[in-house]
């Protein structure tokens, strides 16, 4: 009919409905596409503008990369030294806590370090950690050792000193300082003192030894020079008499923090009475030679 309004359109003729799916992932990958377009704009207009940044960046990466090339060549260099040669580096380290940092990089460097060990003539483990087995290792190594300082610090015990007593260098040990261990006694120091024949200065101070370390060493150490018995409370006056006796050689010995009564002195002078006792405040009205 003329002039009336169009009928409605029928429910099969509208158009097809798109799945919820299908348009998340439509947006999806409309929105990662518009990123990327972005980031790649970014990027070249970055380059575009700031080319000098560019390049400095580049250089800094190929000057690490050089830095890096040099250091792997001089490890590389250092690696293809002779055994002989390494060891002889090594030896010019001025401190043991060097030495046991250089022995742990490699099984190559450790046995470089033990023979590097050969032509020293001290070996100090002083403040160090060092324990039995690691101190007796390195004194075995060191056969021309002359002076050997294991005090305070280290964490030796009797069976320390008893394997460091089996070294070869001990004979020829001139000076042996335990300063201040307490894990010490009798038994450890009697073994080591006892080999070590061409001893001329111990220090002993501060440790628990009692007359019979002394006497090891009056039997042993004819050389003796001088001793140290710092606050060795449980030395008494025979082992002081018996050391005097049997060590002729003997200038100078310190008994400061002792419990031996200070007229017990004058004995020791009377059979050498070129000593010299040393940190005896107690006794200087004694009229005794104290310095």
């Known amino acids: 009919m003329i002039g009336s309004s169009p009928p409605p359109a029928r429910p099969d003729a509208a158009e097809p409905r798109i799945p919820r799916r299908a348009r998340v992932h439509s947006c999806r990958v409309a929105s990662r596409c518009t990123h990327q377009r972005h980031v790649t704009v970014a990027a070249t207009s970055g380059a575009t503008r700031s080319p000098a940044r560019l390049s400095q960046r580049r250089a800094r990466e190929m000057e690490q990369q050089q830095r890096d090339g040099d250091g792997g060549a001089a490890e590389a260099d250092i690696e293809r030294l002779p055994a002989d040669l390494l060891a002889h580096v090594l030896s010019l380290l001025p401190t043991f806590r060097d030495l046991s940092m250089a022995g742990g990089v490699s099984r ?8 590097s060990l050969a032509s020293r003539r001290r070996l100090s483990f002083a ?52 300063w201040g261990l307490a894990g010490i ?57 018996a050391l005097v006796n049997k060590c002729r050689r003997l200038e100078c010995i310190n ?20 000593l010299r006792i040393r940190s005896i405040p107690q006794i200087l009205n004694a009229g005794l030679q104290v310095s």
């Open 185 to 241: 006694t009798d038994k450890g120091v009697v073994q080591l003192v006892s080999r070590a024949y061409s001893l001329q200065h111990l220090n002993i101070g501060g440790t628990f030894i009692t007359d019979e370390s002394l006497n090891a060493v009056a039997n042993s150490c004819t050389n003796l020079k001088s001793i140290i018995l710092w606050s060795c409370r449980h030395v008494t006056e025979a082992g002081l008499v």
């Open 127 to 178: 403040g160090q950690r060092t324990g039995d087995d690691t101190a007796a290792r390195l004194v075995r190594a060191a056969v021309n050792l002359r002076d050997l300082d294991i005090c305070w610090g280290c964490q030796i015990t009797d069976e320390g000193l008893i394997k460091i007593s089996s070294a070869d260098c001990v004979g020829n040990l001139t000076s042996i300082s335990l």
């Open 108 to 115: 190559r460097w450790r046995r470089a370090v033990e023979r």
């Open 255 to 274: 008994v400061g923090g002792m419990r031996v009564p200070p007229e017990s002195f004058v004995g020791l002078l009377s059979i050498s009475p070129a």
